[in-house]
């Protein structure tokens, strides 16, 4: 639907460069204000793998990192990451290049069926396996954890044993035994 | 000597590693080299006369190429057409793609707008100017069928599109005779199929070839290239419909035509650039299509020892402002309205009702959900007015083992064929459900909890699943002769279920290869052109029997060509993980590329497979023609399957939930399905299906319901508003499969896209309704059953 006031049609013309760095390359883009950054990334960069689900912020579909935080991006107008460092799907994988275990889990585990909100999720997923923070592997803990993207197809089920499954690959299952399926 | 089959096994997706690198293909991801955007301007009432129409500032905005209405649309401006026509239906009223005169609901198209990007086309229809004369709204079934009701359509008297009236047996006699009769008035709440990717469609016009390309993520792209073609009055070949990586459809994109997929190919003619609309989240709730509402009065005429000698339904079926879809949920509730049991003589009704709302068409399930709803509500009422255990009255009244194929002679499925079951233990389903609850155990603790205050509750519901509708699915299988590979295409489309996997399996089985050297191509008109859609559970039972009897001469051929270069017995040709060889003579093995390359008498040594193919017989010497009469080069086959009747998948659900009494928020502390889905191609896939839709029933249970006021405005159209099921409102689900094989298809399968959803918001019902016992009056017959409902029903009066 127009959400857009006719006064911000005049604003529309206003536009600034940005110099962003994605998945370790450096890019300089001028660009509307306006541009949210997922257009952006969508749109200028060409990586696509970033979905859009709603548009405000509640599928978390367009999840990237900004500096290492999930970010949603369709909350974000590109402007903001201006000097900051992203990290998209397309910037995921393990050491030699494969699969990231978070990746393999999720294929492992059948945490994805029309795969379209799975790219947040992966991202959603690696900040907090990536973060210092002690985990909680229970399956509340886990259920509570990915809380912020929303799936249709998969049940969530086997998000949830991706996510251990993924943890014990990285090391980050010290809480890992709590709750288990049975 | 074969290889093991990879039927019934866990293999892994084949899709999985393309969508979890960020390399799926979405339609907004296809980079199509100058496309402009398209936004709608949209309706905000729900009934109203369009006065007048002024584009004149819209299209002077810099960066705007096209605004049209109605008047500027040419051959378009027509009524869309009627999917599913039915002589019951007779007020058929389906849209325009952009209105004329009138609007019938909130988010209904009245003008569209081509720009540079999606943001100059949203900033120019915020300019066009619609004014509009409001009338009265109609919204709601039973307000539209209340006498005095203004007609949503001039002309369709109280709001009726069809009356539908079946019957099997003699229902009046069993209600005459019977001892005891239960009546229950259900309700199914309105909701959304809210797949994660909202409808995209792009277009491309190449004015060379005069060859129109349509991007569209649809179930159905080769009823979508009849459409166009038929409408654009181009040769089917001249329309090819891609619907490539597609972000959940769940019914929603299985109709044709919305407005924009008819649009967005005209206004790539008329400007000779490409075009795409990519919907909002707000637009899929106001722009794509709703289900689910249905209010079932539903009763059951029983001996006094609980034996239900008939059955009488009448229920109103909200489609909303039109009807483009025919019947089909309806008719698929009425269908399957006795459910499991045996229940001889039935009676069930139906109107299909107009309202001031969003047009409604089938969402997962299908007025399954509505139909278990009911029967399911109605057993149990039934139990507890009799005084016998909600697992005891089910058991009473299941078709037996002995009974199938069972008839129910007078009721018509979707596909117009008399309801006929195919087979299954449904006694057995339940005594599993049993095991796994434990009821005595569960009783026990149940009283215990309530002395201390506490509400627990064990709920069950059976279901019934016809699936594997027809008319008809291709199968095409061809071995590649460079890489070797299999390749697999059928008229489908995928949203998610995982057919490159489980019809690779099929094909890898048959042909004798793995399943990961199988390519299964699908949704390209391009690519394979026969075929219905991806709907109704059907797309295993339909296609992957094609697959299978294609594969089944694409074998046949390999032996045959092999036989030839070996000079030996057919009988003696393995084939084997993707090599052909002598039995026992493994060390002189050729790959399928070999073969392939064999099997078409043009020689060219590119590659080393056709270098080796080569010197079994040199080109120049041979006895009369390459190719036999009747003979064709290549390793490649096309079959069709065309099921006789419908495929009858069935199971039982059951929960033990903690209803908080002072927030009536509900726990759910184990949830079981129990199910048969006939032999299983791939248990993973099945179970995720399974589990998906135990997610999805569980927003039909407790919190999707698609608000609309009195005045027709969508009060929730945004996924903040709409509540789905986030990871902390599913429970773990727990499964346990039965095997019946269907004897409909050689494989044995039956559908289970739909089944995991359909008993859920009945099962629950059932729970909660069983843990609140001590505190409610009466029992809970709508849902959503949400914190507030709940609330009132313990203390209604």
Redesign the interface.
């Known amino acids: ?6 006064s ?2 005049v604003e ?1 013309e206003q536009k600034t460069s940005l110099r962003v760095v994605v998945n370790g390359t450096a890019y300089e883009r001028v660009v ?1 204000v ?2 949210l950054l997922s257009d952006f990334l ?2 200028d960069l ?11 912020g ?2 978390g ?1 367009c999840t990237v990192l900004v500096d290492g935080r999930a970010t949603r991006s369709c909350l974000t107008l590109a402007c903001q990451v201006d000097g900051l460092s992203l990290t ?3 910037g ?2 393990s050491a030699d290049g494969g ?1 990231h275990p978070v ?1 393999q889990a ?3 585990c ?1 945490g ?8 947040g999720f ?1 991202i959603s997923i690696l900040e907090v396996l990536n973060s210092p923070d002690e985990l909680d592997l229970s ?2 803990g ?3 954890m ?15 044993d991706a996510v251990r499954q993924a943890a014990v690959a990285m090391g980050r299952d010290g809480d890992a035994g709590k709750g288990a ?2 | 000597m074969t290889s093991a089959p990879s039927f019934g096994t866990r293999v ?2 084949n ?12 339609i ?2 296809i ?1 199509l080299e100058g496309a402009l955007a398209v ?1 709608f ?2 309706s905000p009432m729900a009934s109203a006369r369009i006065i007048s129409v002024d584009t004149s500032q819209a299209m002077a ?1 810099e960066g705007v190429h096209l605004v049209v209405t109605c008047d500027d649309i040419e051959h378009l401006d027509t009524e869309m057409p009627l999917l599913i026509p039915d002589p019951s239906l007779t007020s058929p009223r389906t849209q325009r793609p952009l209105a004329r005169g009138e609007v019938f609901y909130v988010g209904q198209t009245v003008a569209m707008v081509v720009a540079d ?1 999606r ?2 086309a ?2 120019a ?3 066009v100017e619609v004014v509009y004369e409001p009338l009265e709204a109609v919204v709601g079934v039973d307000r539209a069928v209340a006498s005095g009701a203004r007609s949503v359509h001039e002309g369709v008297a109280g709001n009726v599109a069809a009356h539908s009236r079946q019957r099997s047996g003699e229902p009046d006699a069993a209600f005459a005779s019977a001892e005891h009769v239960t009546s229950v008035t259900v309700r199914v709440e309105r909701s959304s ?6 409808r995209a469609v792009a277009a491309r016009w190449d004015s060379v070839l005069g060859e129109l390309t349509v991007w569209d993520g649809t179930q159905a792209p080769i009823s979508v290239r009849g459409g166009l073609a038929s409408l654009f009055g181009l040769d089917e070949h001249r329309v090819r419909v891609v619907a490539p ?4 459809g ?1 019914g929603q994109k299985v109709l044709l035509f919305y407005p924009d997929e008819v649009l967005v190919p005209w206004a790539a003619v008329k400007l000779n650039r490409p075009v795409k609309y990519i919907e ?4 899929n709730f ?1 722009g794509s299509t709703h289900e689910r509402l249905q209010v079932h009065h539903i009763e059951l005429a029983a001996t006094r020892d609980g034996l239900v000698t008939g059955l009488r339904d009448s229920f109103l079926h909200d489609t909303g402002a039109f009807i483009p879809y025919g019947l089909a949920v309806a008719q698929v509730a009425a269908g399957q309205i006795a459910g499991s049991y045996r229940i001889p003589n039935i009676s069930v009704d139906f109107k299909a009702v107009y309202t001031n709302t969003v047009p409604v068409t089938p969402y997962r399930g299908c007025g399954r959900p509505h139909a278990c709803f009911a029967i399911e509500r109605a057993m149990d009422v039934l139990a507890d007015d009799l005084g016998i255990d909600r697992f005891e009255i089910r058991r009473r009244n299941f078709i037996g083992t002995e009974e199938f194929p069972y008839d129910r002679p007078g009721l018509i499925f979707a596909d117009g064929q008399p309801v006929s079951y195919d087979g299954g233990d449904y006694a057995r389903a339940l005594s599993l459900l049993e095991e796994a609850l434990d009821p005595p155990a569960f009783r026990a603790e149940q009283e215990a909890a309530r002395s201390e205050g506490r509400y627990l509750g064990l709920g069950l519901a059976c279901y019934v699943e016809g699936t594997g509708l027809g008319p008809y699915e291709g199968g095409h299988v061809k071995v590649h002769p460079i890489t070797g590979k299999v390749y697999v295409n059928t008229g489908l489309s995928s ?4 057919h490159a996997t489980s019809f690779a399996q099929i094909a890898a089985d048959e042909v004798g290869v793995s399943p990961s050297d199988v390519v299964v191509v699908e949704g390209d008109t391009g690519e394979f052109d026969w075929g219905v859609a991806t709907f109704a559970s059907r797309a295993a039972v339909v296609s992957g029997n094609a697959i299978r009897k294609a594969a089944l001469i694409v074998r046949e051929q390999i032996v045959h060509q092999a036989s030839q270069m070996f000079e030996a017995a057919p009988e003696d040709i393995v084939i084997e993980e993707g090599k052909v060889f002598v039995q026992g003579v493994e060390s002189r093995a050729l790959t399928l590329a070999e073969v392939a390359t064999m099997s078409n008498p043009l020689r060219y040594a590119f590659n080393k497979a056709a270098q080796s193919a080569t010197q079994f017989t040199p080109a120049a010497r041979r006895d009369g023609a390459a190719l036999a009469e009747g003979a064709h080069p290549g390793l490649e086959a096309t079959d069709y399957f065309s099921p006789a009747s419908t495929t009858w998948a069935y199971g039982v659900h059951g929960a033990i939930v903690e209803v908080d009494p002072a927030t009536f928020e509900v726990k759910v502390k184990r949830y079981v399905c129990v199910h048969d889905c006939g032999r299983m191609i791939n248990p ?2 099945v ?2 299906q399974v ?6 029933g569980m927003g039909g249970a407790f919190y999707e319901l698609l608000d609309y006021d009195a005045e027709g405005n969508l009060r929730n159209a ?3 508003e709409f509540l ?1 099921p ?3 409102e ?1 429970p ?3 499964i346990s499969h039965l095997e019946t094989p269907s004897p409909r298809n050689p494989l044995g399968v039956k559908g289970v896209g739909e089944a ?1 959803t359909i008993p859920v918001a009945a099962a629950f019902a059932s729970a909660v309704e069983d843990a609140l016992a001590p505190l409610l009056h009466g029992h809970l017959l709508d849902v959503p059953l949400s914190p507030t409902s709940l609330h009132a029903a313990t203390r209604a009066g």
């Not at chain 1, 060409?46 to 405000?56: D, R, S």
């Not at chain 2, 899709?15 to 979405?26: A, C, I, Q, V, W």
């Not at chain 2, 909002?280 to 637009?283: A, K, L, V």
């Open positions: 639907m127009t959400g857009v006031e006719t911000e049609a529309a509307p306006r541009r969508r749109h060409g990586l696509t793998g970033t979905h859009v689900g709603c548009e405000h509640v599928c579909c998209t799907i397309e995921v994988k699969l990746q999720l294929s492992d059948h994805l069926q029309c795969g379209y909100c799975t790219p992966v399956e509340e886990v259920r509570e990915i809380s912020g993207n929303l799936c249709r197809c998969t049940g969530y089920q086997g998000i949830v399926p049975a | 892994r997706r899709e999985d590693e393309r969508l979890l690198t960020g390399r799926g293909r979405y907004d991801d980079t936004a301007v949209r905005l990007d943001y100059v949203e900033d229809a915020d300019l199929a809210a797949p994660m990717e909202p990586d597609v972000g959940g769940f909002d989240r707000q637009e106001l949203q998610g279920q995982g993973m896939i179970e995720g589990i998906g839709g135990v997610a999805q945004s996924l903040m789905m986030y990871a902390t599913v773990r689900v727990e995991g």
